[in-house]
T-cell receptor, first 109, second 113 residues
Framework: GQQVMQIPQYQHVQEGEDFTTYCNSS?????IQWYKQRPGGHPVFLIQ?????EVKKQKRLTFQFGEAKKNSSLHITATQTTDVGTYFC?????????FGAGTRLTVKP | DAGVIQSPRHEVTEMGQEVTLRCKPI?????LFWYRQTMMRGLELLIY????????DSGMPEDRFSAKMPNASFSTLKIQPSEPRDSAVYFC???????????FGQGTRLTVV
């Protein structure tokens, strides 16, 4: 079945440094979504990518969808302490939605 | 809309007891998902429903787990009998269509002692 792999598992950065998390699927995805989960909270939707090679930006966050629609990345420029949390990608193949393991980001002030 | 509502928020039970988790999806959402989150295994899809019909339950770990959706506004996840390894946060999520974002409930933190 579909598997979504996400790396790295953990990332600790100094405030102001950049951060990137990568997501790879074993199958071609119809779309990919990104979620953020704050400590003790629940996943909250950030964005959805649908088109091959698509790039979307939300302030300091840049999301990319690979040309083959099998991989995606989330890049945060100049991290802030408010960026702390776990970032998940979720890939849709059929009608289900399977999450990567997530990347836990911690930011040192 | 109040969002996806899960109850209880916390549940502590003894091994062997039956546990029932409840979820009220957002009105008008056709899809409902149950996830289990642990440190070791991350966010696992257990089962999902489309228009109240279970579509894929391949993620349900064992026969001890069962899920129902008797109507569009209510779903349950039952564990009987519960075991300590079932301890986790269980999330319910709903989405309007297959291409829209998922909204998660606050989760139920289950502890089986």
């Amino acid at each position: 079945g579909q598997q979504v792999m996400q790396i790295p598992q953990y990332q600790h950065v100094q405030e102001g440094e950049d951060f990137t998390t990568y997501c790879n699927s074993s199958t071609t995805l119809s779309n990919i979504q990104w979620y953020k989960q704050r400590p003790g909270g629940h996943p909250v939707f950030l964005i959805q990518l649908v088109k091959s090679g698509e790039v979307k930006k939300q302030k300091r966050l840049t999301f990319q969808f690979g040309e083959a629609k099998k991989n995606s990345s989330l890049h945060i420029t100049a991290t802030q302490t408010t960026d702390v949390g776990t970032y998940f990608c979720a890939g849709r193949n059929n009608n289900d939605m399977r999450f990567g393991a997530g990347t836990r980001l911690t930011v040192k002030p | 809309d109040a969002g996806v509502i899960q109850s209880p928020r916390h549940e502590v039970t003894e091994m062997g007891q039956e546990v029932t988790l409840r979820c009220k999806p957002i009105s008008g959402h056709d899809y409902l998902f149950w996830y289990r989150q642990t440190m070791m295994r991350g966010l696992e899809l257990l089962i999902y429903f489309n228009n109240n019909v279970p579509i894929d339950d391949s993620g349900m770990p064992e026969d001890r787990f069962s899920a129902k959706m008797p109507n569009a506004s209510f779903s349950t996840l039952k564990i009987q009998p519960s075991e300590p390894r079932d301890s986790a946060v269980y999330f319910c999520a709903s989405r309007r269509t297959v291409n829209t974002e998922a909204f998660f409930g606050q989760g139920t933190r289950l502890t089986v002692v």
